[in-house]
């Protein structure tokens, strides 16, 4: 690949290459994509010619094509769609099947549910394998998670169809947001599917078969005013950014603007912070009791605040001190708490989706909402105390990682503060 591509005079080089590419669209009907590539070739090997100082690796070989007939790698698509595939290699999409935390629950869950059952979590973090049953993960593409070529396959998510709602179609055809884009690789079909909430429905929402939500992050959002006002999951989770849809040499004039495909949530912990607020603390002290209230809000999150697996979780400490000293301290929880069938509060991943049988409670917060919570203090003998409150995220598998002999073991355990707020307070009527 040329690394020094986006150094070139861009505008030299567009005329010749234009034309390549408005050629190709014309026999790319007829013709077919290899007779095609090889004129695109002769063009572009034409044009570099005419430049001395510049040499292309590229000129001379043949463009990359996808597999007509079954999955075809990121990095081929990379070759072409190098500032796209650079930002997804980053996302926990392209990880979903590699990182550890999953390898380590895809391992219980196989221990304790057996090999069937963990089918089911491949379905999500390895999707390629919904064509060609690559289960027993033998195939690179297999372990390359949520890949480019499974998510524009997709044509259709069909809600009404919970348990297997995401229709694709495997091959030449790569589908998306633009409108009559053209490329030598592949053929293209629009579709506004890619713009709306629906496309990430497929896998971001699950109910398990005792008919528990355990994935519910767009059903809230469905309910929610952004669905009403059209704000879609891309909107927040997938922004355009400055950026080539393809490298230079093979198209020149794209828009200049990509959808940013790192789509990052909570391990984004600046947007995390940004989602929730915490405001209007007061107080009243009368004798020894005290009444601490305040608002926390979520303002940011196109959903529930947290979203996704219970193992996220957000708390409000809220600590009484004299003179340094902590007096009293509470705990407010934002989080879901599921059930097993004999009433066992669940903590691991791969339990939820196969043992989770009742909601026991749900504290989160909706989106938009504004929650007033209010604390009591009893016995109180101080007359002036120092309240302090701090919001923190928490990650927690309650679970540990190990490698595959068992070796390595370490607790993944995050906490995150997000905001604080402090105010001293006096006894009144002294
Ligand atoms: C030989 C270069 C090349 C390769 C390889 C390639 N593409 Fe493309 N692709 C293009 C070009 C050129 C466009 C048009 C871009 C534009 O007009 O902005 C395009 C457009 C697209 C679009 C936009 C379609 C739309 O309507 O929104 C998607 C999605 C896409 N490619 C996905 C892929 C995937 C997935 C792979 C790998 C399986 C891949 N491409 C491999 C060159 C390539
Ligand atoms: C093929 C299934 C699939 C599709 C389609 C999909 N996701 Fe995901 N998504 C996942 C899985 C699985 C994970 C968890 C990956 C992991 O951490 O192992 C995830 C993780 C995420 C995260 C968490 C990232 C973080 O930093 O915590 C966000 C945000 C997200 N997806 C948003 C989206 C959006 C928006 C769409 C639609 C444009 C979408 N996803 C489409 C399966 C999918
Ligand atoms: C989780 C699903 C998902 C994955 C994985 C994914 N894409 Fe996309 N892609 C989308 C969505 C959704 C859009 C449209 C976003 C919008 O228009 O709001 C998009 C847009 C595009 C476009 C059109 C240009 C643009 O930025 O809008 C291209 C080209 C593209 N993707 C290529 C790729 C390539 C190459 C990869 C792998 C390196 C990839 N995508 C991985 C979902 C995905
Ligand atoms: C108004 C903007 C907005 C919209 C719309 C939105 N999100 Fe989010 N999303 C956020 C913010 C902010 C966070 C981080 C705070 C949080 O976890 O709620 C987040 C976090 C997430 C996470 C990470 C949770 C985790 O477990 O790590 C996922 C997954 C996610 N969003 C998926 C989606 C999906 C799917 C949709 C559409 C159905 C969507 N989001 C719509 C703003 C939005
Ligand atoms: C319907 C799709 C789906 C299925 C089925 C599924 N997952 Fe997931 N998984 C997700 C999504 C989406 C996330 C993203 C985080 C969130 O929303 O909380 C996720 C997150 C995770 C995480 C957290 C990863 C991280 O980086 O923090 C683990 C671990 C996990 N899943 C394990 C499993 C196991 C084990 C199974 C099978 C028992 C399974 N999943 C089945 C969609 C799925």
Known sequence: MDKHSSLRDPFERSTNQRK?????GGLMATAGAILATSILNAERGGAFAQQPEASDVRSGKALPQ???DGWTSSAVCGECHQAIHAVWRQSLHANSWSNGVFQAALRRSRDNYGEERSRLCL?????TVRHGNDYAVKESITMEGITCDFCHSIHAVELADPNDPIRFAVGKTKYGPLRHAQSPAHQIVNSDLF????????????KNSHGITVLGTYGEWKNSSYAKRGTECQDCHMPLVAGRTVALDVKSDTSGKVNLHNISGSHDIERVRKAVTLDGVGYQWASDKVWVFMQVANTGSGHCFPTGLPMHRAVLEVKLLNAGEVVDQRQIP?????????GRPLRREEEFFVSAAKVRSDTRLKPNEVRTVEISFRDIKASRLLMTASLYYEYSTGALVTDEKGERIEPVEMKFLLASREQSMKRMGR
């Open 195 to 206: 713009k709306r909430s629906e496309f990430c429905a497929g896998c971001h929402e699950y």
């Open 123 to 127: 379905s999500c973090h390895a999707p």
């Open 20 to 24: 390549g590419i408005r050629l190709l």
């Open 334 to 342: 934002f989080e879901v708490v599921m059930l097993d069938e004999s």
């Open 66 to 68: 996808v597999n007509p």
